[in-house]
């Protein structure tokens, strides 16, 4: 009788460390967001529902600009961060490609930019930006796309709350695509899943 309650005691305590250990999730929304279209240069585009994306050799390049505030907290707990986009259109690709095969890339930077005031002419200097994931498009649209941006957001956090994407369409397919931006209802998102142990906690920059 003992030794099944010790194995019954054992396998609560296995029970509660891993409840512990269970990730949580946290939603962020864009709070700012635009597109910039080499055909239409001197145009401000931050007051659009959407933002449109098309990769171009020429001035029918479109990319879009999003970004994130965090709060100043400490994120070493983080063990994923996802990205997600809300395709609210995409153009008919002709064969042998399809839209499910056309992707979005998402490109981390520094630079500073103001949504109100970014047109083509003045857009933020790209230079250094990272790569921090790609997704498949959905195969319909009005569906989230999701980008797993996990060590780029782990690497920018230790010096930064403010996150800043660059948004570039698909090279191979040259599909435009669009994404609700922030004014939209379904906005951009950014989903942190914290273990409720951090390993290494982290100083916040200063203000």
């Known amino acids: 009788m003992k030794q099944k309650w010790s194995k019954i005691v054992a396998l609560c305590l296995v029970f509660t460390l891993l409840a512990g250990q269970l990730a949580e999730a946290v939603t962020y929304s864009a709070d700012r967001s635009t597109f910039f279209d080499g055909k239409r240069p001197n145009q401000f585009q931050n007051t659009s529902n959407e933002i449109t994306i098309k990769y171009a050799d020429n001035d029918f390049l479109r990319a879009g600009l999003i970004g994130f505030s965090l709060p100043q907290e400490d994120y070493s707990a983080v063990t994923k961060a996802t990205l997600r986009l809300f395709l609210t259109a995409a153009s008919q690709v002709k064969p042998p490609h399809t839209v499910t095969q056309a992707a979005i890339q998402v490109f981390g930077f520094d630079s500073a930019w103001d949504a109100a005031t970014v047109n083509w002419d003045n857009k933020p200097d790209f230079t ?51 994404v609700a931006s922030a004014n939209h209802a379904n906005c951009p998102q950014l989903v942190l899943e914290k273990s409720s142990t951090p390993q290494n906690p982290q100083t916040p920059p200063a203000s």
């Open 128 to 178: 250094g930006e990272v790569k921090a994931g790609e997704a498949s498009l959905p195969e319909q649209v009005n569906e989230w796309m999701e980008v797993d941006i996990t060590d780029y957001f782990k690497a920018k956090v230790a010096n930064s709350r403010e996150l800043s994407f660059h948004l570039v369409g698909d090279a191979v397919t040259k599909a435009y695509m669009k």
